[in-house]
């Protein structure tokens, strides 16, 4: 289906949930294909192809809202759709959120954005990466076993229509690549670790070699893990871990978290987060950026902005609905899907780089902890209390010495926002970004 076939199929389900008694009401229609693979010890493990297609109805009468999706849109369905959604807003309970934008709040350009790869991979290039990815990480030595690689492509047209007048639709693509080994044997300890990338365009992911070699070394160097004793010292992030902490951030300046009352910085709008100097960005803006977009899911214009800006936090990221209840004008952070009424997200979000090298950053620790892997989610967003299982390196006299494990990090983000200094190495890799970051004054649970 063209898109100004889709535009006109969502005006029609529109204006037949008007007559039929809406006082507004608005429809999404989501496209999606995707397609994925395995390659495991040389042999295809798995090769799949998937296609969607989903439709959903809002439909508001006075302050009460409901929505209704269905992947049938035969016109008997479609007329079935509008009536059971008429019908459950009748019998919802009213929220005085809740709404379409005003005309004048619409988005009237939509930038270039250039997200969308119009070429679409064979089976044949997908499994010529993953058997060139998990090759280069075999070869690596030390390497004793494969957990495979993996690699992914997806494509989402999505089309919006409202009675407000709005009226756009626009596609995007996803790409990835990854290699997960293992190294060490049974009577030595075995270690595993991994590397991925993912891009807009398949041109922009990095060579298979480089993933697969990335995977093969991480895997290796972690090889003799020890225990560290109890203390507390400096924390450095890697940024493929230091990006969970600009997530952190992004979960606590939500909107409606903080309508909610349920996040550790409520109360903190114009004051100091972080050390001054620091910048934290979100830009849906981003030329082919993992998670930029044109507008927002409800038809509001999207722009860059600092959300961090010389420490200080500047704004909540902020849907209608959650604008509404803060009595603040929206900032253009709506998403939504078929099924689920709108709510706020981060697009491109990141830590901008700082002056320092990651040599200078950790050249003058003479203890502390290089962290390559974190996991669990012990982080309390209403306190900001921060536990987290971890593992990387032991930091000795400002240079990586050996592989640690079995490590607990523990802090409060509040303390540790403040604490924090990034390095200039910053990377656009994931959507949500950072560089390598240190945080003074972490304590660490060892043996």
């Excluded at 639709?169 to 293992?182: P, R």
């Excluded at 003799?224 to 300046?253: E, F, H, M, N, Q």
């Excluded at 982080?379 to 000795?396: C, H, K, L, P, Q």
């Excluded at 607990?408 to 983000?413: P, Q, R, V």
């Amino acid at each position: 289906m063209s898109a100004a076939d889709t535009l006109n199929l969502l005006s029609d389900l529109v204006a037949t949930a008007k007559r039929a008694g809406a006082d507004a009401a608005d429809a999404v229609l989501v496209d999606s294909a995707s397609v994925s693979l395995a390659w495991r010890l040389g042999e295809l493990e798995r090769l799949e192809r998937s296609e969607s297609g989903d439709i959903g109805l809002r439909v508001l009468i006075g302050r009460r809202q409901a929505m209704v999706s269905s992947s049938d849109r035969s016109e008997s369905a479609l007329a079935e759709l509008v009536e059971r959604c008429v019908a459950m807003a009748r019998t919802v309970p009213e929220d005085p959120f809740a709404g379409l934008a005003e005309p004048g709040q619409l988005a009237a350009t939509f930038p270039d954005l250039d997200i969308c790869d119009p070429v679409e991979p064979s089976a044949e290039t997908l499994v010529d990466m993953v058997r060139r990815t998990e090759d280069a990480a075999r070869s690596v030595e030390g390497v004793t076993n494969s957990d495979g690689a993996e690699a992914g492509w997806g494509r989402s047209s999505v089309a919006f229509v409202g009675s407000n007048g709005f009226a756009h639709s626009y596609a995007f693509t996803h790409c990835s690549l990854s290699a997960s080994v293992l190294a060490g044997d049974s009577s030595t300890g075995m270690e595993r670790d991994h590397d991925y990338t993912t891009a807009v365009h398949m041109a922009d992911l990095r060579s298979p070699e480089d993933v697969g070699l990335e995977a093969g070394r991480r895997t290796v160097a972690r090889l003799g893990s020890r225990k560290v004793k109890t203390c507390k010292v400096p924390v450095v992030y890697d940024p493929r871990v230091a990006r969970s902490l600009a997530g952190t951030l992004a979960g606590a300046i939500n909107g409606a978290a903080i309508a909610r009352g349920t996040s550790f910085l409520k109360d903190s709008m114009g004051e100091r987060v972080f050390a001054p100097g620091i910048r934290v960005v979100d830009d849906p803006h981003r030329h082919r950026g993992l998670r930029s977009r044109p507008c927002d899911g409800e038809g509001l214009p999207t722009r860059p902005m600092a959300v961090i800006e010389d420490g200080m936090l500047t704004t909540w990221l902020l849907d209608l609905r959650s604008s509404r209840q803060l009595k603040l004008a929206p900032t253009g952070h709506g998403s939504r899907g078929t099924a689920s009424p709108p709510s706020p997200s981060a697009s491109n979000f990141y830590i901008d780089a700082g002056p320092v090298t990651v040599q200078e950053l950790i050249g003058d620790i003479s203890h502390g902890l290089y962290v390559t892997e974190a996991f669990g989610h012990g982080i309390n967003m209403v306190t900001g209390d921060y536990s987290r299982g971890a593992a990387g390196f032991w930091i000795e006299g400002g240079e990586i010495a050996y592989p640690v494990s079995e490590i607990t990090i523990a802090g409060n983000m509040k303390d540790m926002f403040l604490n924090l200094t990034p390095a200039n190495d910053l990377v656009f890799r994931y959507g949500i970004d950072a560089p390598t970051i240190r945080i003074d004054g972490l304590t660490l649970a060892g043996r």
